[in-house]
C-alpha cells in the first residue's frame, strides 16, 4: 500500500507540473511572487504561534504542522508529501501518520 501511494503522489506531482503553463503568468510574475512570499509568511507565523503550540508542542504536533504547512501553501498531495518527508527524516508518528 505505501508503495501504491508513493507512486500515485509522485505521478500527480509531475502531471501537475508538467501541466503547468507557466508562460501564461509571465505578466503577473511580480505579483503574484509578493503574494506567495506573503502567503508563505502567514502561514509559518500562524503554524508557529498558535498551531504548533496548541497541538502540543511534540513530535506529533510537529508532523501536523508540516502536514497544515503544505496544505495552506499548495495541496492535500503536498501536505501528505510534507508529512512523508519529515516522518522519514525523524522516524515514525504512529498516532498521527503512519505511512
Known amino acids: 500500500m ?8 509522485s505521478v500527480f506531482l509531475a502531471i501537475s507540473l508538467m501541466s503547468m503553463q507557466l508562460w501564461t503568468l509571465s ?7 509578493v503574494v506567495v512570499v ?5 502561514v509559518i507565523a500562524y503554524v508557529w504561534i498558535v ?9 506529533q504536533s510537529a508532523v501536523l504542522s508540516a502536514g497544515f504547512v503544505g496544505l ?8 501528505v508529501a510534507n508529512m512523508t518527508a519529515v ?3 525523524y522516524g515514525p508518528s504512529p498516532t498521527f501518520f503512519w505511512h
Open 38 to 42: 506573503i502567503q508563505a509568511f502567514v
Open 27 to 33: 505578466g503577473m510574475a511580480g505579483p503574484l511572487l
Open 51 to 59: 498551531l504548533f503550540p496548541l497541538l502540543g508542542r511534540d513530535y
Open 2 to 9: 505505501t508503495l501504491i501511494s508513493e507512486y500515485s503522489l
Open 87 to 89: 516522518t522519514r527524516h
Open 72 to 79: 495552506s501553501l499548495g495541496a492535500t498531495p503536498t501536505a
